[in-house]
């Protein structure tokens, strides 16, 4: 069983950058493609970033394409999402995931879910 545990959120200004981090343990990070989504107040669990086992591969939503980097480093076992340019709609909780494939347009077949981290961006 994989255990995901996000750090990095908090408070900042429309604009502003945040980098997230996921910590993971209990399995070799490099067996699993990675990824982060969030939940918006009244809103779907939706897909932000991901990627494949060696971190060459990656996957955006349309919607933060240009401003969000997901990154990862095997040897430290960290996800990481750096988020720049954000928007007051980039407020959400964020999740680390674990998948067992990298699709077209996401990662499919989570495993493992983080408990999430709060963004919260003020216009």
């Known amino acids: 069983q994989v255990q995901l545990v996000e750090s990095g959120g908090g408070l900042v200004q429309a604009g502003g950058s945040l980098r997230l981090s996921c910590a993971v343990s209990?399995?070799?990070?490099?067996?699993?493609?990675m990824g982060w989504f969030r939940q918006a107040p009244g809103k779907e669990r939706e897909f932000v970033a991901a990627?494949?086992?060696?971190?060459?591969?990656?996957r955006y939503v349309d919607s933060v394409k240009g401003r969000f980097t997901i990154s990862r480093e095997n040897a430290k076992n960290t996800i990481d999402l750096q988020m720049n340019s954000l928007k007051p709609e980039d407020t959400a909780v964020y999740y680390c995931?674990?998948?067992?494939?990298?699709?077209?347009?996401?990662?499919?077949?989570?495993?493992?879910w983080g408990k999430g981290t709060l963004v919260t961006v003020s216009s």
């Open positions: 990627t494949g086992w060696n971190g060459v591969n990656t």
């Open positions: 995931a674990a998948g067992s494939v990298l699709t077209m347009t996401g990662l499919g077949g989570i495993t493992s």
């Open positions: 209990g399995r070799t990070l490099s067996m699993y493609p």
